[in-house]
């Protein structure tokens, strides 16, 4: 490895110089004794370092921010407790494929492995759940380490790696020098598909009479989405978006059918289980999306295109499979489909293609307004995607409100959703949205959240107020953990065991908002709906939380039980829809 002129500073000089020479711009994150040494040439630096409250906040700020930027995203904790606060977040990072680099204080290296104060073994801890780490106990070895650990988050299948540096190695005197090209023997992302299988995959592409295109997260990961939009637009091939894909294709689309699933648009899914061929373009076939393996698409033919050679395969045998960056397989795609097209070679998909434009207007996602006259969920999210616009970045937690948002907020746009997919985490929302106006100061941000998801990340509230970052936060507040409920509802006879939250009445969410500096509004009637929103898009100056009070038995419709077929679909609780293949 060659290397720059060495300059001699401690080993925290060097990482903080280090991350500097990685480009980075702005660390969440909150210091503590293994990590402190770091902090003081920070004071320096021209990194923007943000104070976060809780260590889980900084880690998913780091993802929100490597979400809308496209950069990778940084966090920083101390040893022991500090460190183990990530967890949540980088398992999380690992599960969407999110570039983030966590920098961990270590106690000194004599210390280490004898259960010295706040010591834990975060690289033996985080080894399943980070893309690659590193322990770094002598302090010539940072500038490497931060080099290699930035290509490796960033490159093939993007991901956490986590750096723990020994304070002892942050305490001595080293010499700093910036590696000029990377030696990663074991590491060899193949970006570039096999011409063959591309070939391939057009004769399939060709024959078949019910094709789909089933775009999965990694195609935003691509940046993918003007090829998306070409190779679409060339076949006439329908396109269904998973949770992680929101956006990559605009909803207005017209061959777009909405998200698949498990809470996915009744043509989704139907096109999925009545298909002939799937073409995978980087989605992993998961369980959220296929429900009962064994009869998921029974007679469909695979096409499998990923940048991890792991996926492929892993849970649908692929008939053809494809290694490479979902940008470039598209791309090689559509390059000769457009060749065969001059050649009067087309596919013939027009059955199939009215067949389930049939599907999608009789079946719309559509919810009814409570007898009552209370507020419904979905109404919210309905006017506030029509009035925040487009443009729009949205953040979700995980659960009824996280459907919610996916169905009844139109997304035209890529990088404008961000959620927590693989993992599910609670409390993910609301820092994500910090990490995205950190990083799009200029974009509007919404973090739509639950009452539950809420209570577990809301102190971030304080950062955001304090460092002026002015994120707007939609509460669905239902009194519930909703999601949970609908299964209490649905599986459990009405028995609702500790899912009832009594937030309408603790705490007071305008009251806590106000608390932490920030704007608090409350709504709970559909006439005042779009004059609080409006009023909440009115105030840029200081952070928004709004408390929408909805009707608590809302449920999320369309769905399928877990480890059911896809076939057992129901529209509504008791209505099931047909999709039986006489009608194509």
Known sequence: MSQQAGVTMNGAQSLIRSLEAAGVEHIFGIPGGAILPAYDPLMDSSIRHILVRHEQGAGHAAQGYAEVTGRVGVCMATSGPGATNLVTPLADAYMDSVPVVAVTGQVGAASIGTDAFQE?????????????????????????????????????????????????????????????????????PVTRPHAKQIKEAVRLILEAKRPVLYVGGGTIRAGASRELLELADLTGIPVVTTLMARGALPDSHPQHLGMPGMHGTVAAVAALQRSDLIVSLGARFDDRVTGNLDSFAPGALVIHADIDPAEIGKNRTADVPIVGDCREVIGDLTTLLRTEATGGHTGDYEAWVDYLAGLKKRYPVAYDAPADGSLAPQYVLERLSAIAGPDTIYTSGVGQHQMWASHFIDFEKPGTWI????????????????????????????????????????????????????????????ESLGMVRQWQTLFYNERYSHTDLESKRIPDFVKLAEAYGC?????????????????????????????????????????????????????ARNLAPKFDEDEL
Not at 134 to 142: G, S
Not at 166 to 186: H, R, V
Not at 437 to 457: L, Y
Not at 531 to 550: G, H, L, Q
């Open 519 to 571: 704007e608090g509004l409350a709504c709970d009637s559909p006439h005042d709906v779009d004059a609080t929103i409006e009023k909440a898009m009115a105030i840029d100056d200081r952070p928004v939380v709004v408390d929408f009070r909805v009707h608590r038995d809302a449920m999320v419709w369309p769905m399928v039980a877990a480890g059911t077929s896809n076939d057992d679909i129901k529209y």
């Open 120 to 188: 834990a073994d975060i690289r033996g801890i985080t080894m399943p759940i980070t893309k690659h780490n590193f322990l770094v106990k002598d302090p010539a070895e940072i500038p490497r380490t931060i080099a290699e650990a930035f290509h490796i988050a960033r490159t093939g299948r993007p991901g956490p790696v986590l750096v723990d540096v020994a304070k002892s190695a942050l305490q001595a005197t080293t010499s700093y020098t910036w590696p000029t090209e990377l030696n990663l023997p074991g590491y060899r």
């Open 419 to 478: 959620n927590s997919g693989g993992l599910g985490t609670m409390g993910f929302s609301l820092p994500a949205a910090m990490g995205a106006k950190v990083g799009r100061p200029d974009a509007t941000v919404w973090s739509i959240d639950g009452d539950g998801c809420f209570q577990m990340t809301n102190q971030e509230l304080a950062t955001c107020a304090i460092n002026d970052i002015p994120i707007k936060v939609a509460v669905i507040n239902n």
